[in-house]
T-cell receptor
Framework: ETGVTQTPRHLVMGMTNKKSLKCEQH?????MYWYKQSAKKPLELMFV???????ENNSVPSRFSPECPNSSHLFLHLHTLQPEDSALYLC????????????????FGEGSRLTVL | DAKTTQPTSMDCAEGRAANLPCNHS???????VYWYRQIHSQGPQYIIH???NNETNEMASLIITEDRKSSTLILPHATLRDTAVYYC????????????FGTGTRLKVLA
């Protein structure tokens, strides 16, 4: 139990569906992340939110739409996905400090395994 | 952020020390070295981090060379449950947010 909970754990969707992935952290952290992990590939950073403001957006296609309504919750809205979007989607959180000190370590959820048919 | 280079895979006998190397020759003065591991199909797990001094915790030890261009993660008594992919990451000060994961080292602990 890492304090980061992702739902659903498994999702199968068609290319025309709209679905959402949910992440909740119980650690009081101020930054949240979405990573994508495709088979045989390294983790790819998708989005970062700090204090509910998006601070990183790594050229992710618009069919992925993040939402961070508060510091404890992060969503990834999915629509008109492609089969190549099938992957493990990982959420993480960290506590970032100010003043140039090193940021905190990442705490990951177990991931949501997405299959696009 | 500095790039890291790790061997693709390593084997280690159960009960022996596992020494996982990482090269980060372009690391800058304010960048820390972090280690994570990922057991199959789970989220990565934080292990340890350091700046220039050697560090030890209940999971592992981290040895950073004096010039900081490389480091070694040491699992003192490897068990079968330590079989995982180990990632070495360098990261700057708070606010950069870019934890960039490479391909890591796939460690297999053999019975």
């Amino acid at each position: 139990e890492t304090g980061v909970t992702q739902t659903p754990r498994h999702l199968v969707m068609g290319m025309t569906n709209k679905k959402s992935l949910k992440c909740e952290q119980h650690l009081g952290h101020n930054a949240m992340y979405w990573y994508k992990q495709s088979a045989k590939k390294p983790l790819e950073l998708m989005f970062v939110y700090s204090l509910e403001e998006r601070v990183e957006n790594n050229s992710v296609p618009s069919r992925f739409s993040p939402e961070c309504p508060n510091s404890s919750h992060l969503f990834l809205h999915l629509h008109t996905l492609q089969p190549e979007d099938s992957a493990l989607y990982l959420c993480a959180s960290s506590q970032e400090t100010s003043g140039g000190r090193v940021g905190g370590e990442l705490f990951f959820g177990e991931g949501s395994r997405l299959t696009v048919l | 952020d500095a790039k890291t280079t790790q061997p693709t895979s390593m084997d280690c006998a159960e009960g022996r020390a596992a020494n996982l190397p990482c090269n980060h020759s372009t690391i800058s003065g304010n960048e820390y070295v972090y280690w994570y591991r990922q057991i199959h199909s789970q989220g990565p797990q934080y292990i340890i981090h350091g700046l220039k001094n050697n560090e030890t915790n209940e999971m592992a030890s981290l040895i950073i060379t004096e010039d900081r261009k490389s480091s070694t993660l040491i699992l003192p008594h490897a068990t079968l449950r330590d079989t995982a992919v180990y990632y070495c990451i360098v990261r700057g000060a708070s606010g950069t947010y870019k934890y960039i994961f490479g391909t890591g080292t796939r460690l297999k602990v053999l019975a």
